[in-house]
């Protein structure tokens, strides 16, 4: 319990000192609404004893959160529905494709090198909470009916959680945003002997409250 209050209070410390009230009237937070969504590439990664195996798969997300902005600082807790798509094949059972949901969970923290009234970058990095909750996955057997599943992550060795460490620039347009990231997971992401990581490419387009 102790180490989960520490942990939180970590995680709320920037956001208390942006939101905190500030002498200057130009030195107020700014607090934006960001409603996004985009399109994803992730590679997967297995080392296995026969080396490094890769597959990349594309995905979709949708979400939502507030960004807090104070002088050339910002903070932003973004929460998005996550969906991407696997498949592949196996000479005993057919073809096998599915998708996966899940849910994250982001605390991102920046600079913001240039703003005017039209224009803002931002450069940042972050730590993602990533929820895998459910797998949809369709096995094809030759001569048979295509079959669905609904699945359970642990039920195809898929971690629940997932600890990613996010890196990413984006910049506003007047009251749209536009965002590039790039993930990197910090744990396995299935709950085999071997280890199993990903690398995601994300682009999102937001439009600001």
Excluded: C
Excluded at 57 to 81: C, D, K, Y
Excluded at 120 to 144: C, Q, R, S
Excluded at 155 to 173: C, K, P, S, T, W
């Amino acid at each position: 319990m102790k180490k989960l209050f520490l942990i939180s209070l970590f995680l709320l410390a920037p956001l208390m000192v942006l939101a905190a009230p500030s002498s200057s009237a130009a030195q107020q937070p700014k607090l934006d609404i960001k409603l996004f969504g985009g399109a994803s590439g992730t590679t997967f990664v297995s080392m296995l004893e026969t080396g490094r195996e890769r597959d990349t798969f594309a995905g979709w997300q949708l979400g939502f959160g507030p960004r807090i902005m104070r002088r050339q600082a910002f903070i932003e807790v973004l929460f998005s529905f996550n969906r991407w798509a696997f498949a592949f094949s196996d000479p005993d059972i057919g073809g096998f494709s599915g998708r996966v949901n899940s849910f994250e969970l982001p605390f991102n923290m920046g600079y913001i090198p240039y703003k005017n009234s039209y224009f803002k970058l931002f450069i940042y990095g972050g730590y993602v909470n990533h929820f895998n909750t459910k797998i949809i996955a369709d096995v094809e057997v030759p001569g048979l009916p295509t079959r669905t599943f609904k699945l359970r992550p642990k039920e195809l060795d898929f971690a629940i959680y997932q600890a990613i460490a996010r890196f990413g620039v984006n910049f506003d347009l007047a009251m749209f945003n536009v965002d590039f990231n790039y993930s990197i997971t910090l744990n396995s992401a299935t709950s085999t002997s071997y280890r199993t990581g990903y690398h995601q490419l994300q682009i999102n387009l937001a439009y600001l409250f």
